[in-house]
Every structure is written in structure tokens, then in C-alpha cells.
């Protein structure tokens, strides 16, 4: 089963405030929908079921306080120019908190052969894009200074994603609470 480690946006506030802006930017992109939401911590892709109850095993060893982030910035992956992902970011202080419980995932994980092949980014994506829809610079600029709202980070799950041809479904295989 395709597999990933994340945290969820569950404040409604937060919620809402996405799902608005949403629908003000203008450009040719599939909005993720709210109940997809989340930061991804690591993917782990194809694991078989063995390897699946390991996982749900290491990661109930993880130990963390609950942390506030604070949503803001707007970017995009690769870059403005030609964009594949439109993201919002977070402040200095919960970046460095999701950093520090990414590392956390995949210390406990990389015994079982899971490392990350990227650095850690703090971001949410909100608009994957097929095709290609050029230079977003200039529409982005209009909600650089949005405010997005605050939600406090008590939990991880390790969440399944089955994808079909209307987009990722999620379920979640396990959940792991702060101390």
C-alpha cells in the first residue's frame, strides 16, 4: 500500500480561510480538497503490510509536545515560472517545529530503509497543476499579505493514499498524539 506520514489541518478557521482563497486565485489548477490538507512529513510510498505494522510501531515511539504554526506566504514548486504546486507557508517558529518532527519520523524510520530524498520544507499545498499555466508571480502577489490563520499541531498519523482518477483518497492507518 502506498503510505505517507503527516499532519492535518483540522482548525475550521484555517479551513475556510484556504478554501477562500481558493477561489479567488485565478489560474487553471485542481484545488486540494480541505479534508486532503495536510503537511506531509515523509512519504514512504509502496510498503507492504509487514512493513506497514513497523512503521505504525516506530512511529508510536515518537515523542513530541504539542506546537502552534501560524500559516502564511504563498509559493509555488519548482518556482513562480512554471509551477507544478502552489503552497502556503508557515511561520519561522512552527517551520522550525514541523522540521524538527520530520526528523523525528524519519530517524525512527530509517532503520527500516526510509530516508527522505529531499530536505524538509514546510509547506501546504493547496493547487497541483498539469499543465503548464506560466509565470503566477504577479497573481500570487494579490494574497502574499493573507493571514490564514493559527491551529495547534498535537498529533501525526500515518495515512494511506489510493489514488484514482479523481484525485487521492486518504485514510488514516494510524494516529499519534503529543505528550
Not at 506546537?67 to 508557515?90: D, H, M, Y
Not at 497543476?129 to 493573507?146: A, P, T, Y
Not at 498519523?157 to 487521492?168: E, N
Request: proline share 4%; charged share 30%; glycine share 6%.
Amino acid at each position: 500500500m502506498r503510505v505517507f506520514v503527516a499532519v492535518e489541518i483540522s482548525d475550521d478557521d484555517v479551513i475556510r480561510s484556504i478554501i477562500d482563497l481558493q477561489s479567488k486565485i485565478k489560474i487553471k489548477a485542481k484545488p486540494v480538497l480541505p479534508q486532503n490538507l495536510h503537511f506531509t512529513l515523509q512519504f514512504l510510498g509502496e510498503t507492504s503490510e509487514n512493513d506497514v505494522e513497523r512503521i505504525r510501531q516506530l512511529l508510536k515511539s515518537i515523542k513530541f509536545s504539542s506546537f502552534k504554526i501560524k500559516f502564511k506566504g504563498l509559493g509555488a514548486f519548482p518556482n513562480l515560472r512554471s509551477p507544478r504546486v502552489i503552497w502556503i507557508g508557515t511561520d519561522e517558529e512552527g517551520s522550525n517545529a514541523l522540521m524538527g518532527l520530520a526528523g523525528k519520523v524519519e530517524s525512527v524510520l530509517s532503520p527500516l530503509g526510509f530516508k527522505s530524498d529531499k530536505p524538509f520544507k514546510s509547506h501546504l499545498t493547496i493547487f497541483r497543476i498539469k499543465n503548464k499555466v506560466g509565470d503566477v508571480s504577479k497573481e500570487l502577489e494579490k494574497f502574499e499579505m493573507c493571514d490564514f490563520g493559527t491551529q495547534e499541531i498535537s498529533g501525526i498519523k500515518l495515512k494511506q493514499s489510493v489514488l484514482t482518477p479523481k484525485g487521492p483518497l486518504y485514510s488514516d492507518i494510524e494516529a499519534i498524539k503529543s505528550q
